[in-house]
């Protein structure tokens, strides 16, 4: 699967962006999905996961409450909406998938076997 990630930008502290990220393939509904991030000098960190079909999600603790990650299948993409942001979520956003039919959500970078080429997300005080 190829993954094609979009919506970063230039936000004001306490700002909203929504990221998008596109997916190729007939089998989409079959992956499960996270956003990664990573900022400048700092290794790459998990965001967000969703399965499947959307109904189980899990977030990093830095941004509960404040991110949302949900899914189209027949749009085959997956989003990820920020609010509340802070400069300290200032980062190149990554989604990724999983392996085929690998149906837990995990955390680790090792766990997702594609990735999308990145978005900038940039936050400012």
């Known amino acids: 699967v190829q993954l094609q990630a979009s919506g970063g930008g230039l936000v004001q502290a306490g700002g909203s962006l929504r990221l998008a990220c596109a997916a190729s393939?007939?089998?989409?509904?079959?992956?499960?999905m996270g956003w990664f991030r990573q900022a400048p000098g700092k290794e790459r960190e998990f965001v967000a996961a969703?399965?499947?079909?959307?109904?189980?999600?899990y977030y990093a603790d830095s941004v509960k409450g404040r991110f949302t990650i949900s899914r189209d299948n027949a749009k085959n993409t997956v989003y990820l909406q920020m609010n509340s942001l802070k400069p300290e979520d200032t980062a190149v956003y990554y989604c990724?998938?999983?392996?085929?039919?690998?149906?837990?959500?995990?955390?680790?970078?090792?766990?997702?076997?594609?990735w999308g080429q990145g978005t900038l997300v940039t936050v400012s005080s």
């Open positions: 969703i399965s499947w079909s959307g109904s189980s999600t």
């Open positions: 393939g007939r089998t989409f509904s079959s992956y499960v």
């Open positions: 990724a998938a999983r392996g085929y039919l690998d149906s837990t959500l995990q955390v680790g970078v090792r766990a997702y076997h594609y």
